[in-house]
Protein backbone atom coordinates (compact mmCIF):
# COMPACT_ATOMS: atom_id res chain seq x y z
CA UNK A 1 0.00 0.00 0.00
CA UNK A 2 3.02 2.54 -0.85
CA UNK A 3 2.74 5.65 -2.86
CA UNK A 4 0.70 8.60 -2.28
CA UNK A 5 -2.26 7.83 -4.89
CA UNK A 6 -3.61 5.06 -3.28
CA UNK A 7 -4.17 7.17 0.04
CA UNK A 8 -6.04 9.84 -2.07
CA UNK A 9 -7.99 7.99 -3.15
CA UNK A 10 -9.01 6.54 0.32
CA UNK A 11 -9.11 10.26 1.26
CA UNK A 12 -11.80 10.60 -1.23
CA UNK A 13 -13.88 7.41 -0.32
CA UNK A 14 -13.77 8.82 3.29
CA UNK A 15 -15.00 12.20 2.31
CA UNK A 16 -17.72 11.63 0.39
CA UNK A 17 -18.88 8.71 2.92
CA UNK A 18 -19.29 11.18 5.40
CA UNK A 19 -21.16 13.71 3.05
CA UNK A 20 -23.37 10.74 1.91
CA UNK A 21 -23.99 10.14 5.84
CA UNK A 22 -24.48 13.29 7.25
CA UNK A 23 -27.43 14.18 4.36
CA UNK A 24 -29.01 10.36 4.93
CA UNK A 25 -29.04 10.36 8.87
CA UNK A 26 -29.84 14.12 9.63
CA UNK A 27 -32.04 14.71 6.78
CA UNK A 28 -33.42 11.82 5.00
CA UNK A 29 -34.06 9.56 7.47
CA UNK A 30 -36.24 12.45 9.04
CA UNK A 31 -39.71 12.32 8.52
CA UNK A 32 -39.80 15.50 10.60
CA UNK A 33 -37.41 16.85 7.44
CA UNK A 34 -38.75 14.92 4.43
CA UNK A 35 -42.70 16.05 5.24
CA UNK A 36 -41.33 19.76 4.62
CA UNK A 37 -38.77 18.68 2.21
CA UNK A 38 -39.93 15.76 0.31
CA UNK A 39 -37.73 13.65 -1.11
CA UNK A 40 -37.52 13.31 -5.35
CA UNK A 41 -40.02 10.47 -6.14
CA UNK A 42 -38.09 7.40 -8.08
CA UNK A 43 -40.33 8.18 -11.32
CA UNK A 44 -39.97 11.97 -11.66
CA UNK A 45 -39.91 12.88 -15.88
CA UNK A 46 -37.11 15.33 -15.87
CA UNK A 47 -34.52 14.28 -18.15
CA UNK A 48 -31.80 14.84 -15.68
CA UNK A 49 -33.60 13.09 -12.94
CA UNK A 50 -34.16 10.01 -15.04
CA UNK A 51 -30.42 9.65 -16.15
CA UNK A 52 -29.22 10.60 -12.98
CA UNK A 53 -31.46 8.05 -11.24
CA UNK A 54 -30.84 5.28 -14.04
CA UNK A 55 -26.98 6.17 -13.26
CA UNK A 56 -27.72 5.34 -9.61
CA UNK A 57 -29.22 2.48 -9.51
CA UNK A 58 -26.96 0.76 -12.27
CA UNK A 59 -23.77 1.94 -10.10
CA UNK A 60 -26.00 -0.09 -6.89
CA UNK A 61 -27.01 -2.86 -9.10
CA UNK A 62 -30.73 -2.24 -7.05
CA UNK A 63 -34.16 -1.17 -8.80
CA UNK A 64 -34.94 2.02 -6.13
CA UNK A 65 -32.50 4.91 -5.48
CA UNK A 66 -31.27 4.92 -2.09
CA UNK A 67 -33.19 7.76 -0.07
CA UNK A 68 -30.26 10.17 0.39
CA UNK A 69 -29.93 10.91 -3.88
CA UNK A 70 -33.97 11.37 -4.02
CA UNK A 71 -33.51 13.95 -1.49
CA UNK A 72 -30.31 15.74 -2.47
CA UNK A 73 -32.36 15.67 -6.10
CA UNK A 74 -34.17 18.25 -4.93
CA UNK A 75 -31.48 20.36 -6.33
CA UNK A 76 -30.78 18.30 -9.26
CA UNK A 77 -27.71 20.24 -11.10
CA UNK A 78 -26.29 19.59 -7.57
CA UNK A 79 -27.09 16.03 -7.13
CA UNK A 80 -25.97 15.17 -10.08
CA UNK A 81 -22.43 16.79 -9.03
CA UNK A 82 -22.21 15.20 -6.10
CA UNK A 83 -23.16 12.01 -7.44
CA UNK A 84 -20.10 12.01 -10.10
CA UNK A 85 -17.98 13.06 -7.01
CA UNK A 86 -19.41 9.75 -5.49
CA UNK A 87 -18.62 7.16 -8.26
CA UNK A 88 -15.69 8.53 -9.28
CA UNK A 89 -14.69 7.77 -5.45
CA UNK A 90 -16.27 4.43 -5.00
CA UNK A 91 -15.53 3.10 -8.85
CA UNK A 92 -12.33 0.88 -9.35
CA UNK A 93 -9.73 2.55 -9.84
CA UNK A 94 -5.71 2.14 -7.90
CA UNK A 95 -8.21 0.83 -5.08
CA UNK A 96 -10.89 -1.78 -5.92
CA UNK A 97 -14.44 -0.93 -5.30
CA UNK A 98 -14.77 -3.70 -2.78
CA UNK A 99 -12.00 -2.06 -0.04
CA UNK A 100 -13.42 1.11 -1.05
CA UNK A 101 -16.94 -0.09 0.15
CA UNK A 102 -14.92 -1.56 3.88
CA UNK A 103 -13.36 2.13 3.78
CA UNK A 104 -16.75 4.07 3.80
CA UNK A 105 -18.68 1.07 6.00
CA UNK A 106 -15.64 1.58 9.02
CA UNK A 107 -16.21 4.90 8.38
CA UNK A 108 -19.78 4.36 9.01
CA UNK A 109 -19.06 2.36 12.20
CA UNK A 110 -16.58 4.93 13.19
CA UNK A 111 -18.96 7.56 13.01
CA UNK A 112 -22.26 5.72 14.43
CA UNK A 113 -23.99 6.17 10.95
CA UNK A 114 -27.22 3.71 11.13
CA UNK A 115 -27.50 4.88 7.31
CA UNK A 116 -24.09 4.66 6.25
CA UNK A 117 -23.07 1.70 8.05
CA UNK A 118 -26.04 -0.84 7.00
CA UNK A 119 -25.36 0.80 2.93
CA UNK A 120 -22.30 -0.06 3.18
CA UNK A 121 -22.85 -3.25 4.67
CA UNK A 122 -24.80 -4.37 2.15
CA UNK A 123 -22.15 -2.97 -1.21
CA UNK A 124 -19.56 -5.08 0.95
CA UNK A 125 -21.92 -8.37 0.59
CA UNK A 126 -22.86 -7.60 -3.08
CA UNK A 127 -19.15 -7.09 -4.16
CA UNK A 128 -18.51 -10.25 -2.56
CA UNK A 129 -17.19 -10.06 1.25
CA UNK A 130 -18.48 -12.77 3.11
CA UNK A 131 -19.07 -12.82 6.81
CA UNK A 132 -15.24 -13.36 7.98
CA UNK A 133 -14.46 -10.58 5.89
CA UNK A 134 -17.43 -8.32 7.34
CA UNK A 135 -15.70 -9.69 10.93
CA UNK A 136 -12.54 -8.30 10.02
CA UNK A 137 -13.35 -4.80 9.34
CA UNK A 138 -15.57 -4.89 12.39
CA UNK A 139 -12.23 -5.72 14.41
CA UNK A 140 -10.18 -3.55 12.86
CA UNK A 141 -12.55 -0.93 13.34
CA UNK A 142 -12.83 -1.59 17.00
CA UNK A 143 -8.93 -1.88 17.66
CA UNK A 144 -8.48 1.42 16.21
CA UNK A 145 -11.29 3.03 17.87
CA UNK A 146 -9.45 1.77 20.67
CA UNK A 147 -5.91 2.60 19.57
CA UNK A 148 -6.80 5.94 19.00
CA UNK A 149 -8.57 6.88 22.28
CA UNK A 150 -5.64 5.68 24.53
CA UNK A 151 -3.33 7.83 22.52
CA UNK A 152 -5.71 10.89 23.01
CA UNK A 153 -5.77 10.18 26.71
CA UNK A 154 -2.50 9.99 26.89
CA UNK A 155 -1.98 12.36 24.10
CA UNK A 156 0.91 10.82 22.45
CA UNK A 157 2.55 12.36 19.87
CA UNK A 158 3.08 11.02 16.69
CA UNK A 159 6.52 8.90 16.01
CA UNK A 160 5.39 6.62 13.62
CA UNK A 161 5.93 8.61 10.54
CA UNK A 162 9.20 7.86 9.06
CA UNK A 163 7.80 4.34 8.05
CA UNK A 164 6.53 5.10 5.28
CA UNK A 165 9.11 6.01 2.34
CA UNK A 166 7.91 9.84 0.74
CA UNK A 167 6.47 9.45 -2.53
CA UNK A 168 8.31 12.20 -5.23
CA UNK A 169 6.06 11.26 -8.15
CA UNK A 170 4.38 14.89 -9.40
CA UNK A 171 0.52 15.70 -9.28
CA UNK A 172 -1.54 13.13 -11.89
CA UNK A 173 -0.33 14.61 -15.63
CA UNK A 174 2.12 16.99 -14.02
CA UNK A 175 5.98 17.60 -14.42
CA UNK A 176 8.27 15.43 -11.97
CA UNK A 177 9.24 18.13 -9.05
CA UNK A 178 12.54 20.17 -9.74
CA UNK A 179 15.23 20.22 -7.58
CA UNK B 1 3.09 16.89 25.53
CA UNK B 2 1.96 13.56 26.88
CA UNK B 3 0.12 13.29 30.36
CA UNK B 4 2.68 10.65 31.68
CA UNK B 5 6.26 9.93 31.06
CA UNK B 6 6.84 7.32 28.79
CA UNK B 7 9.55 5.13 29.77
CA UNK B 8 12.23 4.20 27.91
CA UNK B 9 12.58 0.75 26.80
CA UNK B 10 15.14 -0.08 29.49
CA UNK B 11 12.74 0.88 32.53
CA UNK B 12 10.33 -2.15 31.48
CA UNK B 13 11.12 -6.13 32.70
CA UNK B 14 12.59 -8.44 30.42
CA UNK B 15 8.89 -9.66 29.10
CA UNK B 16 8.09 -6.42 27.93
CA UNK B 17 11.60 -6.45 25.81
CA UNK B 18 10.46 -9.44 24.18
CA UNK B 19 7.18 -7.30 23.45
CA UNK B 20 9.33 -5.13 21.80
CA UNK B 21 11.34 -6.92 19.58
CA UNK B 22 7.66 -8.56 18.03
CA UNK B 23 6.33 -4.93 17.35
CA UNK B 24 9.38 -4.53 15.57
CA UNK B 25 8.93 -7.45 13.69
CA UNK B 26 5.31 -6.51 13.64
CA UNK B 27 6.10 -3.18 11.76
CA UNK B 28 9.45 -4.35 9.62
CA UNK B 29 10.88 -1.42 11.39
CA UNK B 30 14.03 -0.95 13.46
CA UNK B 31 13.11 1.79 16.42
CA UNK B 32 15.24 3.44 18.47
CA UNK B 33 12.82 2.86 21.30
CA UNK B 34 9.80 1.16 20.78
CA UNK B 35 6.60 3.35 19.31
CA UNK B 36 4.96 5.29 22.33
CA UNK B 37 1.86 2.80 22.29
CA UNK B 38 4.18 0.46 22.19
CA UNK B 39 5.30 1.13 25.83
CA UNK B 40 2.02 1.66 26.35
CA UNK B 41 0.81 -1.32 25.59
CA UNK B 42 3.59 -2.76 27.70
CA UNK B 43 2.80 -0.76 30.78
CA UNK B 44 0.36 -3.39 31.94
CA UNK B 45 0.84 -6.96 30.27
CA UNK B 46 -2.19 -8.27 31.61
CA UNK B 47 -4.21 -5.54 29.44
CA UNK B 48 -1.94 -4.89 26.91
CA UNK B 49 -1.04 -8.56 26.26
CA UNK B 50 -5.13 -9.40 25.36
CA UNK B 51 -4.91 -6.21 23.44
CA UNK B 52 -2.61 -6.79 21.10
CA UNK B 53 -3.35 -10.55 20.40
CA UNK B 54 -6.86 -9.16 19.44
CA UNK B 55 -4.89 -6.30 17.18
CA UNK B 56 -2.57 -8.98 15.64
CA UNK B 57 -6.12 -11.47 15.05
CA UNK B 58 -7.98 -8.52 13.50
CA UNK B 59 -4.94 -7.25 11.21
CA UNK B 60 -3.96 -10.45 9.89
CA UNK B 61 -4.33 -11.57 6.12
CA UNK B 62 -7.91 -13.32 5.60
CA UNK B 63 -10.14 -11.71 2.98
CA UNK B 64 -8.66 -8.39 3.38
CA UNK B 65 -4.86 -8.28 3.54
CA UNK B 66 -2.70 -6.98 5.88
CA UNK B 67 -2.16 -3.73 3.99
CA UNK B 68 -5.65 -3.47 2.91
CA UNK B 69 -6.67 -3.18 6.97
CA UNK B 70 -3.39 -0.83 7.62
CA UNK B 71 -5.42 1.46 4.75
CA UNK B 72 -8.81 0.44 6.95
CA UNK B 73 -6.98 1.48 10.30
CA UNK B 74 -5.26 4.62 9.07
CA UNK B 75 -8.99 5.78 8.02
CA UNK B 76 -10.78 4.45 11.42
CA UNK B 77 -8.08 6.76 12.98
CA UNK B 78 -8.44 10.03 10.34
CA UNK B 79 -12.16 9.99 11.98
CA UNK B 80 -10.84 9.53 15.10
CA UNK B 81 -9.57 12.76 14.94
CA UNK B 82 -6.42 10.74 16.11
CA UNK B 83 -2.74 12.71 15.80
CA UNK B 84 -0.84 9.73 16.82
Known amino acids: MTGDAIWYEAAHVVG ?48 EVPAVFRFLARD ?16 DNRLPRRLKEALAFAVSLTTRSPWGSAFHLQEMRRLGVGD ?23 QLEPDMGDIAPIDDSPAPGGPARSG | MPTVRLRDASEYPDPAQRLFE ?16 SRVMAWDPEFGGPHGRAMKRAMASGEF ?12 SGVNACEY
Open chain 1, 16 to 63: VTNALNVAADGLAALPAVTSMLPPVTEDDPRPEIVTLFAEIRAFYARP
Open chain 2, 22 to 37: LSKIWFNHDFKEPAAM
Open chain 1, 132 to 154: GGVMEVIGVTQMFSSYTKIADTL
Open chain 2, 65 to 76: TRGEKEMVAAVV
Open chain 1, 76 to 91: AGYAADLWGAVRRAFD
